[in-house]
């Protein structure tokens, strides 16, 4: 049974109109992340929750922003994407975070912006 | 910004064979994690291991850690097509800092 759930998989938007990607997981985890994946690249953290504190990246975009509304669920939110920002998105848990445990992933929300 | 870098970037074998991929950072670390992702899908966690240990089996797969040279090497051995995929290894640092950092990742084929 999938344990982080990532929605939509895919996600089609135009230039400058919002996108929200979703993520819930039955975990239980305290630690929830996002990461950007570009084409052939590495993913990039953008940010990640420990419970209800949130940690932003100094190099990410004032453009992307996120929510966290209970230990289950975790939004991310472009509001204004440009072509730039068309890549894969990836999030993931860990029970206390990467300093002590691993991370699971969900399998993504693919973004194109036309 | 990126704590490591993989080398090769890319690697092709024949089914059988050894793979052998190394991971140099920069910082100093708690541990490292190895990460296999399938093209188009997400990571799935391989293999963790902690700044005071020098080598770790799980499988077909052997992890080493030399920290005063800031490297690790992941090598799957009798390799498999199914094996074929992205390998990325990614630092955990100190407690208090639960940022996973990501390699630029070894692009595996195994040819059959």
């Known amino acids: 049974d999938a344990m982080v759930i990532q929605n939509p998989r895919y996600q089609v938007t135009q230039f400058g109109k919002p996108v929200t990607l979703s993520c819930s997981q039955t975990?239980?985890?305290?630690?929830m992340y996002w990461y950007q994946q570009k084409s052939s690249q590495a993913p990039k953290l953008l940010f990640h929750y420990y419970d209800k504190d949130f940690n932003n990246e100094a190099d990410t975009p004032d453009n992307f922003q996120s929510r966290r509304p209970n230990t289950s669920f975790c939004f991310l939110d472009i509001r204004s994407p440009g072509l730039g920002d068309a890549a894969m998105y990836l999030c993931?848990?860990?029970?206390?975070?990467?300093?002590?445990?691993?991370?699971?992933f969900g399998e993504g929300s693919r973004l194109t912006v036309l | 910004s990126q704590q490591g870098e993989e080398d090769p970037q890319a690697l092709s074998i024949q089914e059988g064979e050894n793979a052998t991929m190394n991971c140099s950072y920069k910082t100093s670390i708690n541990n490292l994690q190895w990460y296999r992702q399938n093209s188009g899908r997400g990571l799935v966690h391989l293999i963790l291991?902690?700044?005071?240990?020098r080598e770790k089996h799980s499988g077909r797969l052997r992890v080493t850690l030399d920290t005063s040279k800031k490297s690790s090497s992941l090598l799957i051995t009798a390799s498999r097509a199914a094996d074929t995929a992205s390998y990325f290894c990614a630092t955990g640092r100190s407690f208090g800092n639960e940022k996973l950092t990501f390699g630029t990742g070894t692009r595996l084929t195994i040819i059959p």
């Open positions: 993931a848990t860990s029970r206390q975070g990467a300093s002590t445990g691993e991370l699971f």
């Open positions: 975990l239980n985890h305290n630690v």
């Open positions: 291991i902690r700044s005071n240990e």
